[in-house]
């Protein structure tokens, strides 16, 4: 069966420091990935998305980044954090089969920048 | 373009009664649909779809879902509500023949389940 892990859990950093988040998918090849932000519980706000190695396309003009260096590996960066940057951090991902097939989502990273 | 509306922020019910959560879609063509269960501080978790077939829907945890093509709606219904339902839930669109489109979510409703 396939799984979708995020690290970390919970972060907290200060403003202008670096941020690296990880999303790694096991049990499918070749899967449709996405980042997520939600704020304050509410709605998800489509980061990045990418439908194969090295190819990310960016939703939202922003002070983050993706990349995609292996098939199922999606990481999400930034060399400065803003104060405006923290929220819930979702990774996603669906079969690149059909469009019919539903998003599975990872469980989620908490970040606050302080 | 295409855009999901939940028109309720909130819906209260009581425990034992029937809940719906309401969701209404814009897209080209023809859509599928999706709805999502988020509970605190967690990732969304898929409930049921409609891809094609028999508008009425059967999904995880004895919820459902009608779709009404010309209502642009896909509204959530589960028959006897539970307290542990209390939750965020999500509906969501994608166009079927626009690969150019990907998933669009609708600003959530949260559910509370009264005891």
């Known amino acids: 069966s396939q799984t979708i892990h995020q690290w970390p859990a919970t972060l907290v950093q200060p403003v202008g420091s670096p941020l690296s988040l990880e999303c790694t998918v096991e049990?499918?090849?070749?899967?449709?990935l996405y980042w997520y932000r939600q704020a304050a519980g509410r709605g998800l706000q489509l980061l990045f998305y990418?439908?194969?190695?090295?190819?990310i396309s960016s939703e939202v003009p922003q002070n983050l980044s993706a990349s995609r260096p292996q098939d199922r590996q999606f990481i999400l960066s930034s060399k400065k954090l803003l104060l405006s940057d923290s929220g819930f951090y979702l990774c996603?991902?669906?079969?690149?089969?059909?469009?019919?097939?539903?998003?599975?989502f990872g469980p989620g990273t908490r970040l606050t920048v302080l | 373009a295409q855009s999901v509306a939940q028109p309720e922020d909130q819906v209260n019910v009581a425990e034992g009664n029937p809940l719906t959560v309401k969701c209404t879609y814009s897209v080209s063509g023809n859509p599928y649909l999706f709805w999502y269960v988020q509970y605190p501080n967690r990732g969304l978790q898929f409930l049921l779809k409609?891809?094609?077939?028999?508008?009425l829907v059967k999904g995880s945890y004895g919820f459902e879902a009608e779709f009404n093509k010309s209502q642009t709606s896909f509204h959530l219904k589960k028959p006897s509500a539970l307290v542990s339902d209390s939750a965020l839930y999500f509906c969501a669109v994608r166009a079927r023949d626009n690969y150019g489109q990907n998933f669009v979510f609708g600003p959530g409703t949260r559910l509370s389940v009264l005891p």
């Open positions: 996603a991902w669906d079969p690149s089969s059909g469009r019919g097939n539903e998003q599975f």
């Open positions: 409609y891809i094609t077939g028999d508008n």
């Open positions: 049990g499918t090849s070749n899967p449709n």
């Open positions: 990418s439908v194969g190695i090295g190819q």
